[in-house]
Structure formats: C-alpha cells, structure tokens
C-alpha cells in the first residue's frame, strides 16, 4: 500500500508542483496517472521513490513512512521498487547488458542467473542484438525498452513508470502494456504516467493531475 497524507511540494518560492494530495493506492493496484505539462505527475512518482522529500505532508510505503526515512532504510526499499524515468538515465557508456544486469548484481545474483535473465528480457523486446553495444548508442525508443527492462528486471514489488511508452511505436507500446498487465496479474503495484489518454488499459485506475491537485479520480 502507498500513502500519501496532505503532501505538499514546493520547489522554489511559488512553485507549487503538488498541492495538498492525498492519495491510497492500494497492493496490487494500477495506477494512470494523467494530466498535462508540468500537472505534476514527475513529482508524484519522485516523492515515493524518495528522489524528492515533500515540503510538507507524509508519504509511506507498506505502512512505513519514507518521509524522514535515512539513506540506508530507503536503499533497503528500492530494491523492491523499479522506476521508468522520463528521461531513461541509463548509464550511457555501459553495455546495453550492464545497464539490465546492476540491480541483479546488487542483489547478489548468481552469474548464471544474470545472464539468462537479461538475455529473456532483452530478446522478449527484442534488443538481443543489442546486447553488447553501448546504451547511448541506442534510439530513443531503444534506450525507454532498456529502461522498463531494468526497472522490472528484478520482479519490484511496486512499479513507478514515467511516461513508460511515449517514444516507443504503437506496436511496440502495446507489447510494453501487455507487459504491465501480466505484472498487474502477479500482484505488482504500478503508478504509470502519462499526459496521453491513448496507453490506458481497461485494468487501470485513473487519477488526474492539474496544477498539482488532483482534479479526478
Ligand atoms: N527540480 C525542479 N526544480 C524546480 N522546479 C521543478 C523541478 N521539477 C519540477 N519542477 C516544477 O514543478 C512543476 C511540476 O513538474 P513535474 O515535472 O512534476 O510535472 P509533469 O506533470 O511530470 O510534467 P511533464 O508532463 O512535462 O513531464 C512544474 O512547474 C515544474 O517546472
Ligand atoms: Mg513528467
């Protein structure tokens, strides 16, 4: 379960990215949140992923508040979690296979293992080919596969995607959001983003953003 109570962000004077947001989402839930431009949406998945503290308000994540939470108890969580940026933030001179492979390595994988699961995530959107050459070399729309691979790759209890297939073709886009659906059936809890209404699927909840308040649920 994610909680968010009264969360407010502020980050510079006047600039208000949330306001006041309450939000449950509950295990198992998927989550679209929609709204356009600067609504907010960044800051939202930012502020449960600890990337960003609220200027005031309380966030929790299995009834543990992060709010307040040290380095140690929230590298603790992510390793449960896997976040799609916006903006990929791969690490550009690694292998393609490195950039799938870290969050294994920390977990203490065996080799054997790593190998094989990178090799089935990269082939199942399929960059197989890909496999050795370096991430900034890919295409936009490579780099946003090699960035849901690494943040599922792990099998997270939570998901938090941001704008997950706005640089992928529409076929391609499809094939991530089965995706989504088959980890939404395994009981993983995803808050996706988008300021499109076209990726939304039938199993999804939807919240709307404007000017950080939420104005539908
Ligand atoms: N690091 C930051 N420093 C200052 N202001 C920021 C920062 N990040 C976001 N903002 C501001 O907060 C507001 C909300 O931004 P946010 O990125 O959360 O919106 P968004 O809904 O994700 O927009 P988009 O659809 O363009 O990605 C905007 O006014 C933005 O300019
Ligand atoms: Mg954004």
């Known amino acids: 379960m994610i909680v ?3 969360v407010t962000k502020i980050y510079h004077e006047n600039v208000y990215a949330l306001r006041d947001i309450s939000l449950q989402v509950p295990k198992g839930q998927c989550c679209f949140i929609l709204g356009p431009s600067g609504a907010g949406k960044t800051t939202l998945l930012k502020l449960i992923y600890s990337l960003e503290k609220p200027t005031s308000g309380k966030v929790s994540l299995h009834d543990r508040y992060i709010t307040g ?20 933030r791969l690490i550009e001179d690694w292998t393609v296979y490195d950039n799938a492979a870290v969050i294994l390595e920390i977990l203490g994988k065996s080799a054997g293992y790593i190998k094989n699961r990178v090799w089935h995530m990269l082939k199942w959107v399929g960059l197989q080919h890909k496999i050795y050459e370096r991430a900034g070399d890919l295409s936009g729309g490579e780099k946003q596969l090699l960035s849901i691979i690494r943040a599922t790759i792990h099998d997270p209890d939570i998901l938090l995607a941001d704008e997950p297939v706005g640089s992928l073709d529409e076929t391609t886009a499809r094939h991530v959001l089965n995706m989504f659906y088959k980890l939404h059936k395994k009981g993983v809890t ?13 199993f999804a909840r939807i919240i709307t953003l404007e000017k950080g308040t939420i104005v539908h649920r």
């Not at 040290?70 to 903006?87: E, K, T, Y």
């Not at 995803?190 to 039938?202: T, Y």
């Open 69 to 88: 939470m040290g380095n140690p108890g929230i590298q603790a969580l992510r390793r449960h979690m896997g976040f799609v940026f916006q903006d990929y």
């Open 4 to 6: 968010l109570e009264g």
């Open 190 to 202: 995803m808050l996706i983003a988008s300021h499109r209404e076209d990726p939304l699927v039938d």
